[in-house]
């Protein structure tokens, strides 16, 4: 019997893992689709056509069976098993409808093992969650297994699956069928918490971002929260007093409503703490939604499926917080807002629940194996997620200046393509780099801090100014110790953005170095323009870079110039200048490093396709 229950645990935890995994990749893979459809200016009919086959993928288990068999479990989990391989592959058509698949299959499968092995449930999706974050944590952020060279494991991990399933199929047990359902209000709070982990609670970087904490503190400090419900002794002591106590019922959720306002609207510290709080309440609901029991209750399928749709609603009106200027300008800052009503949806949910008194026997394990793994996790995410020292600067006054925009992590193609970009910056040794549309934890871009990724890829420091809703912006990466930054939001009509710029100290000479990103009308950047120069005053030697949505001779770039920068290409004779955009047969130049007392001595346009911009960089001798 106890080998069975270790083998339905590898089984459920699993599925469950790749179902959170094709979750953030279908949304990563639709975002290009739509990207590309809105900004063609003349959407066709896959624009509805994809958004629809997600509609449709996520309402399937509504037609769950409501007994499910040994045999119907062993399918759907090996269905799910095998196209979860597709999503290593880095190509965006193949991982969108594989992702369909992993999602329709194992989305039937939770619908099974919440009908019949119920006490398995939260175990499973705790465990797919504490896995996850390790496997982000080992790939600086962006999951190792989502990684081409994770493909043999990937491989050997679905046969794993594929054996166990036909192995417990051959058994023939399945589970107690009896009374396991659900009720509509506890199918909302459930699709409301899994929004909130999948989005926020269960990413320690996007929890930093937010916070302004360090990421290599918040890793092992969401991973030990999340791990703590697994252990039996605490599952059922909290079982028991959720139980009997009525007012940790409703006080768990609205505590996890509030902690996530002082979260989004407090300070720096204040945020940090609210947070975490967030998250361990985050999971007292799920224990409260997942073990307990509706008094009115419903097929599960069918309450899976509307759980399923208030995540795929919250989703899309999250995504609206972040793209408000291309698609509902009301959304601007309500970010908030999306938030405040998942947790509406928890306390919806958890109030209607009527927790049970778990027995010993339904939640026993073996608890040596749990704390071993643990503690194992626990350590790899401390090693992993550890500041790394940065490469130093140079010491003859010589340095390499860049600008990047890294659309977001992807190419022109919507490959996800951080490796390649960091190469390329590695190849031309650039020391100083300002980057554009850099997401920090976003669920359109795998939910990778891009950021601190390249930064520690390249052994550098990062300066990150958020614009839009904590978690999009723009950066300054250098090397050398870390340096003084600052950091102002520009006003802006559209999409919101600002300047960051850093102090450094180049061969005993001050340097400072400014980031930005103009907004995509005229309007926005003749204004910014302004107040960037403004914000960077009399400051020299200073370099200025970034993604200015303006070519050689218009109004930005004139009032650059007489603003006492000067362009390198110029200054060098190296006319024309180079294009930069689109990456692919550039037509236009508007990506620019400007310079001022800073003497450039080389120039160029890297021929690289990493992004959908090209990358520019510039060699200057520092005046001593």
């Not at 449930?121 to 996850?132: K, N, S």
């Not at 362009?567 to 990456?583: E, I, N, R, Y």
Request: charged share 15%; proline share 6%.
């Amino acid at each position: 019997m106890g080998d069975t229950r270790f083998l339905r645990a590898i089984e459920a935890t699993s599925v469950m893992l790749f179902f959170l995994q094709a979750f953030r990749v279908v949304f990563s893979a639709l975002f290009g689709i739509i990207y590309d459809q809105v900004f063609a200016g003349s959407p066709d009919a896959w624009l509805p056509v994809s958004v629809g086959l997600l509609v449709l993928v996520l309402l399937l288990p509504a037609v769950a069976p409501r007994k499910p068999t040994h045999t119907w479990l062993a399918v759907v989990a090996g269905i799910a098993a095998v196209a979860r391989i597709g999503l290593t592959f880095n190509d965006a058509t193949l991982r969108y409808w594989t992702s369909l698949i992993v999602l329709a299959s194992a989305g039937l499968y939770l619908a099974g093992l919440l009908t019949a092995r119920r006490s398995l449930a939260l175990p499973a999706l705790l465990t797919a969650l504490a896995l996850d974050q390790v496997l982000r944590a080992v790939g600086q952020t962006f999951d190792l297994s989502l990684q081409p060279a994770w493909l043999p494991v990937q491989i050997f991990w679905a046969a794993l699956v594929i054996g166990i399933a036909v192995a417990l199929a051959w058994r023939g047990t399945v589970g107690d069928r009896q009374a396991n359902l659900f009720g509509v209000r506890a199918s909302l709070g459930l699709g409301g918490l899994l929004f909130l982990e999948t989005s926020l609670l269960s990413l320690p970087n996007g929890l930093a971002r937010w916070s302004g904490a360090s990421y290599h503190v918040l890793a092992p400090i969401v991973l030990a929260l999340t791990l703590l419900p697994l252990l039996p002794r605490l599952r059922h002591e909290l079982g028991n007093r959720l139980a009997s106590r009525s007012i940790l019922r409703l006080g768990v959720p609205c505590g996890l409503a509030a902690c996530l306002m002082v979260g989004y609207f407090g300070g720096e510290l204040l945020r940090a703490i609210a947070l975490l709080l967030a998250a361990a309440l985050a999971l007292g609901c799920l224990v409260i939604l997942l073990d307990g029991r509706s008094p009115r209750q419903r097929s599960v399928g069918q309450m899976l499926a509307l759980a399923f749709a208030l995540v795929l609603v919250l989703n899309f009106l999250n995504a609206f917080a972040f793209t408000y200027p291309y698609a509902v300008p009301q959304m601007r800052q309500m970010g908030w807002l999306v938030y405040l009503a998942a947790a509406v949806a928890v306390i919806f949910g958890t109030s209607s629940q009527r927790p049970v008194a778990l027995s010993w026997q339904e939640v026993s394990a073996r608890p040596t194996r749990i704390v071993l793994a643990g503690l194992i996790g626990l350590a790899l995410v401390i090693g992993v997620s550890w500041p790394r020292p940065t490469e130093a600067l140079p010491r003859d006054g010589t340095l390499r200046l860049a600008t990047y925009n890294i659309h977001y992590g992807y190419d022109a193609e919507w490959r996800f393509n951080l490796d390649a970009m960091a190469d390329a910056i590695a190849v031309a040794e650039v020391d100083v780099i300002a980057l554009q549309e850099v997401d920090t934890g976003r669920m359109t871009s795998y939910c990778v801090d891009d950021a601190l990724y390249l930064g520690r890829r390249l052994g550098m420091n990062v300066a990150y100014l958020p614009t839009v809703e904590s978690l999009t912006g723009i950066a300054v990466l250098y090397k050398g110790p870390q340096a003084p930054t600052r950091t102002a939001l520009l006003t802006s009509l559209q999409e919101q953005t600002g300047i960051v710029g850093v102090d450094l100290e180049v061969a005993d000479q001050p340097v400072h170095a400014f980031g930005t990103w103009m907004g995509l009308s005229n309007e926005d950047t003749h204004g910014q323009i302004g107040e960037a120069l403004a914000f960077i005053g009399y400051r020299s030697p200073a370099s200025f870079g970034g993604d200015f949505n303006a070519e050689d001779g218009s109004p930005v770039s004139e009032t650059v110039l007489r603003g006492g920068f000067g362009d390198p290409f110029t200054l060098l004779g190296l006319m024309p200048p180079p294009l930069t955009d689109p990456a692919v047969d550039p037509d236009k130049r508007i990506d620019y490093v400007w310079l001022r007392g800073l003497i450039p001595t080389r120039a160029w346009v890297a021929d690289t396709l990493a992004s959908d911009h090209r990358l520019v960089v510039t060699e200057v001798q520092v005046p001593r």
